[in-house]
């Protein structure tokens, strides 16, 4: 029943050319060989032995199929087939009456061979079937001479090549299409194309192939409109097997071809599987749909599961951030306790410091200021000789330069106090707000990370804080570029500094 390889294709019968189906002529010979009737102790025949020696002696001919059928103390049986029919009168030639002499074995062995008696059906078998049968009805369809079944057809040679794969089922069209050149089909039946086929009666089914074998090979029922076209794809399926040509090889099989017995195609048949696959494919209906809610019934769960989870991982991390930023802030007030920490005392001191050091810039820049106007004054520039005006000259140039030196010095002081001041600042803003107890919203905390909170109170504590007054402009005071302003009031009749040459020609 198996699948094998034909090496000649010359007399092979196209069926279906778009699938490369074709019928092949085969024959069948039983070999027969006469065991001695005087045995040897200890000595056995082997049957492979046998099998080589038929094998030379039908050369160059040879077998496609050579078994053992029976095996007794009188004689073996074998069955062989040839790929060509034509070769059959040669080979019964060849083997007719020929002694094999065996080494162990005294005695010789005589071969018999003949035609092996074909086991497909005669027209003679199913018109005496019909008409001895009590329980049918030669004018209803199925119980007449109108339906064949074909067993062991391989199931990859009946399926289209787009829709090839593992467990493609056989294809009711194609299995119609290829048996149609014999004559008008009224209807096809594949079991094995039908899902619930497996879950209706045994009697109901129509399979007889074997469990194990199913997976390879399938049943098929064609029912003619006309008793012609039935008795054409007989005669047209006697004594042949399916070949299917390939692009290299070419593979053939033996299919089992009967006439049906079963009633398997008649209406009433057809219309109970058609109710019975009705009610499963509901019943199926049922299932699936029962399956899919359930489906998403766990997928909601699930989600809903998830959801909570995730819920709780978010709440979880929020009190764990509450956690910390707690425990930092015991930390830094512990840390300020146990160092005795006053940042309000140090900023106030660096502000101190700092007013100190503005006080002796605004001195000295008061100083500067006096020194010019008083060497503008019209009554230094007139008097005196012109050395003691050239010594008043060069002791002003020194004077200033003294004065410049110590304001740079100053203003770098000031500089230097400014930074300090602002660290100090700094540093108590941080503190204040790593120690303020107000908890932030939940929305803000699933937005903004614990870095951005901490900005944004730094930020709005530097806006708010009190020290930010003291850089406002003093009224009375002109801003310098450091911020901090000086008193500066103009003489009584100089409403802008003069120099010694605007002086010169007022005078003049």
């Not at 057809?153 to 009711?172: A, M, Q």
């Not at 399979?207 to 194990?212: D, G, K, V, Y």
């Not at 040509?245 to 099989?253: F, H, P, T, V």
Request: hydrophobic share 30%; with cysteine; proline share 5%.
């Amino acid at each position: 029943m198996s699948i094998q390889v034909c090496r000649d294709t010359s007399d092979a019968v196209a069926l279906y050319l778009p699938q490369r189906l074709y019928l092949k002529p085969f024959a069948k010979i039983n070999v027969s060989v006469q065991l001695p009737t005087h045995k040897v102790h200890g000595k056995s025949i082997s049957n492979w032995e046998l099998m080589e020696k038929l094998r030379k002696m039908i050369q160059p001919d040879s077998f496609s199929m050579l078994k053992v059928s029976k095996h007794s103390s009188e004689v073996i049986r074998f069955d062989g087939e040839l790929e060509n029919r034509l070769k059959l009168e040669r080979v019964i030639a060849r083997l007719e009456d020929r002694i094999i002499q065996l080494n162990d074995f005294p005695e010789p062995l005589k071969v018999r061979v003949c035609e092996a008696k074909s086991e497909f059906p005669s027209r003679h078998a199913w018109d005496s079937f019909f008409r001895d049968a009590t329980d049918m009805d030669e004018m209803k369809p199925g119980e007449r001479p109108d339906t064949i079944h074909i067993a062991n057809l391989p199931i990859r040679w009946f399926v289209h090549d787009r829709d090839r794969n593992e467990d493609s089922p056989p294809s009711e069209k194609l299995f119609r299409k290829v048996f149609e050149k014999y004559g008008d089909i009224r209807q096809v039946d594949v079991p094995a194309a039908d899902p619930f086929r497996l879950q209706m009666k045994e009697s109901m089914r129509g399979i007889l192939t074997p469990p194990q074998d199913s997976a390879l090979y399938f049943d098929g029922y064609i029912q003619y409109s006309e008793y012609v076209s039935f008795v054409r794809c007989m005669d047209a399926l006697r004594g042949k097997k399916l070949l299917r040509k390939n692009e290299d090889l070419a593979d053939w099989c033996n299919i089992l071809v009967d006439f049906d017995k079963t009633k398997h195609m008649t209406d009433a048949a057809v219309k109970r599987r058609a109710i019975v696959r009705e009610r499963l494919s509901s019943r199926q209906r049922l299932k699936d749909d029962e399956e899919r809610q359930e489906k998403e019934r766990k997928a909601i769960i699930e989600a809903k599961e998830r959801q909570q989870i995730e819920r709780n991982e978010k709440d979880k991390l929020q009190k764990t951030r509450e956690r910390e930023e707690r425990r930092k802030k015991k930390q830094l007030a512990k840390l300020m306790e146990r160092e005795d920490v006053d940042l309000n005392k140090k900023v106030s001191e660096e502000q101190k410091k700092l007013l100190k050091v503005q006080k002796k810039l605004q001195a000295i820049r008061l100083i500067e200021e006096l020194f010019k106007r008083i060497e503008l004054r019209p009554e230094l520039q007139r008097n005196g000789s012109r050395d003691e005006r050239y010594y008043h000259a060069s002791e002003r140039v020194a004077r200033s330069r003294i004065v410049d030196k110590f304001k740079r010095q100053q203003e770098k002081i000031l500089d230097e106090q400014q930074d300090l001041l602002r660290h100090a600042r700094d540093g108590r803003i941080l503190i204040r707000s790593a120690l303020e107890t107000k908890k932030p919203r939940r929305e803000s905390a699933s937005s903004l990370s614990s870095e951005d909170l901490d900005h944004k109170r730094v930020k709005t504590e530097k806006l708010t804080s009190p020290e930010r007054d003291e850089y406002k402009a003093v009224p009375g005071l002109y801003p310098n570029p450091y911020g901090y302003g000086y008193p500066f009031v103009p003489a009584p009749g100089y409403p802008f500094p003069q120099n010694s040459r605007t002086s010169t020609k007022c005078n003049g």
